[in-house]
């Protein structure tokens, strides 16, 4: 029988999943195993495939698929929330609300959401007998959206490294399997995959089209911007400060940097711009250096966040700040703090299926937003990516996170029609 994602949506909120990096050692609040094992067992009821791929130990994205009635998958769509949240103030968050038209609550937009609708829309193809002949439609609920996207890129087949090989060195706390039928898959150590490449047992996933669920507000969203965070170390000589001419001062130099980022460097960065996203930005959110008032502070360090448009690369943004630092005559060091690549989001607007649902949307055109997402992780895998959800991104990671009931429904209807209209 189908469920309306509202009531999908209480259940969701109502089953904690916040990111164990926001709030380590909570495990009765932690994880994404409460949700994924709800939405297993929903799914599997309604006679749907599942399938697991580890992630983390105890942490695996869940596959669900709604295999084509002709057996033979010719189209492949993806739709892709996460099943983590960020953290919560209170345990109440955890218990759904209904006001004026709203539900609230922790994940309510950001992603549980996107969750319900995209679960109501596959049951309700699956109870109606209505799907396509020979499309496969695949709800892959992520984990670690939040985080470092680990779900997205262990779905592409990118997640590798030193991590990957500690996770699969750990022994796996083994997911005892409740009333569905589990199918394993764990990561094999990066030795043993490229750079980029996928494991044996779990092949990088490939879909014509993914669908990722942010709150958009149910519009198509084809662009947003990448980041990077970076650490900028400036070093000096310490003396005592009441002989200042015999040291080296790393703040006076940070600060000459600093002043550098805000003003012409942010100036020059307003100038590059993109038609759907604006323009790319510099922001220096934390400073520490010194000791004391009677030292020469020797080292002093700022952290940055850059939001990069299409076409700029992780390299070429090192090396335009290498340039900014080698005018200024400061030496410094400059390192990446995120241990994954975040780049900007570009989807054809024009590619047929995307037109399809932008047109399905009532869209005249795409548009762009300037969070980070799965989508990227997606897009760099090979998947057409776009964004398409319930509720306001403003709502998302505040305090009271709530969605529009109404939005549930219509994009509930949205996305089982389009998804009827595939061949
Ligand atoms: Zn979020």
Not at 173 to 197: L, N
Request: hydrophobic content about 40%; aromatic content about 4%.
């Amino acid at each position: 029988m189908p469920v309306s994602a509202h009531k999908l949506l209480r259940e969701l909120i109502a089953l904690p999943s916040v990111n164990p990096a926001f709030l380590p050692g909570r495990d009765d609040l932690t994880g994404d195993r409460r949700v994924a094992d709800f939405l297993a067992f929903t799914a599997d009821r309604a006679g749907l495939e599942l399938e697991w791929q580890e992630v983390f130990p105890g942490r695996s994205n869940l596959l669900i698929r709604l295999t084509p009635a002709g057996g033979k998958v010719r189209r492949r769509i993806l739709l892709a929330p996460h099943m983590d949240t960020v953290g919560v103030d209170g345990e109440a968050r955890f218990k759904p609300v209904v006001k004026a038209g709203q539900l609230h609550g922790r994940g309510a937009c950001d992603t549980k959401g996107s969750i319900a609708t995209y679960l109501a829309a596959l049951l309700e193809l699956a109870a109606t007998g209505e799907r396509p002949r020979e499309t496969e439609i695949v709800l892959a609920a992520l984990v670690d959206e939040e985080n470092n996207q680990s779900g997205s890129r262990a779905l592409v087949g990118s997640l590798v490294g030193r991590d990957s090989v500690e996770r699969s060195e750990a022994s796996a706390a083994s997911i005892s399997g409740k009333g569905s039928p589990r199918k394993q898959t764990r990561f094999a150590p990066a030795s043993s995959v490229g750079k980029w490449g996928s494991t044996e047992s779990h092949p990088a996933m490939t879909a014509d089209l993914a669908i990722v669920g942010e709150p958009t507000l149910c519009k198509v969203i084809t662009a947003h911007k990448g980041d990077l965070w970076l650490r900028l170390t400036t070093h000096g000589k310490s003396a005592h400060g009441s002989k200042p001419h015999l040291g080296k001062n790393a703040v006076h130099a940070m600060a000459r940097v600093v002043e550098e980022l805000e003003t012409n460097h942010s100036a020059t960065l307003k100038r590059r711009t993109h038609p759907l996203l604006g323009h790319a930005t510099v922001n220096v959110g934390f400073i520490a250096g010194g000791k004391q008032p009677n030292i020469v502070p020797d080292r002093c360090e700022i952290l940055i966040d850059r939001r990069t448009l299409p076409g700029e690369s992780d390299a070429g943004v090192f090396a335009e700040l290498r340039a900014l630092l080698r005018r200024l005559g400061v030496d410094a060091e400059l390192t990446d703090t995120k241990n994954a690549p975040c780049p900007a989001l570009e989807t054809d607007p024009n590619l047929p299926l995307v037109r399809q649902l932008t047109r399905r949307a009532g869209q005249r055109r795409a548009l762009g937003v300037d969070y980070f997402s799965d989508a990227a992780v997606l897009a760099s895998g090979g998947i057409p990516s776009v964004l398409l959800g319930p509720g306001d991104i403003a709502q998302a990671h505040t305090a009271d996170e709530w969605v529009e009931l109404a939005q549930l429904e219509r994009l509930t209807r949205l996305l089982v029609k389009f998804l009827r209209e595939q061949p």
